[in-house]
């Protein structure tokens, strides 16, 4: 996480968001993808590729990491950082699952 938590917001239930897919939500101009993986770990990135500001939302979600459908530059769920040779990081938000039910922070 590299934003400090304020307040948690709800954003539906788990089994809203795809396993290896991705939900997106708005916070104010920016748009934050909520990635859930096989195992229903969930993450949270700013939906922007730290390369070209390509949707990750819309990349595949595989072995923690998810690629860009752009240029597949391959970013960490866990610290948004671009993985291999690529450089640049794409901001990370705190998620938690209360029951069925997922959570934002903010």
């Keep these: 996480m590299n934003m ?4 948690w917001i709800e954003v539906g239930a788990l089994n809203d968001i795809p396993r290896q897919g991705a939900r997106c939500v708005k916070n104010g ?12 770990r969930l993450f949270a990135l700013e939906d922007k590729c ?7 939302s819309d990349g595949i979600v595989h072995d923690g990491c998810v690629t860009c459908p752009l ?3 391959v970013i960490s769920l866990e610290t ?23 959570f934002l922070g903010l």
């Design 29 to 40: 101009e920016m748009t934050i993808a909520i990635f859930r993986t096989t195992d229903d």
């Design 71 to 73: 240029h597949n530059w």
């Design 80 to 102: 948004g950082a671009a993985q291999g040779a690529d450089e640049g990081v794409s901001l990370t938000f705190p998620v938690k699952l209360v029951g069925e039910t997922v």
């Design 4 to 7: 400090q938590t304020k307040t």
């Design 50 to 56: 730290p390369h070209k500001n390509g949707p990750l």
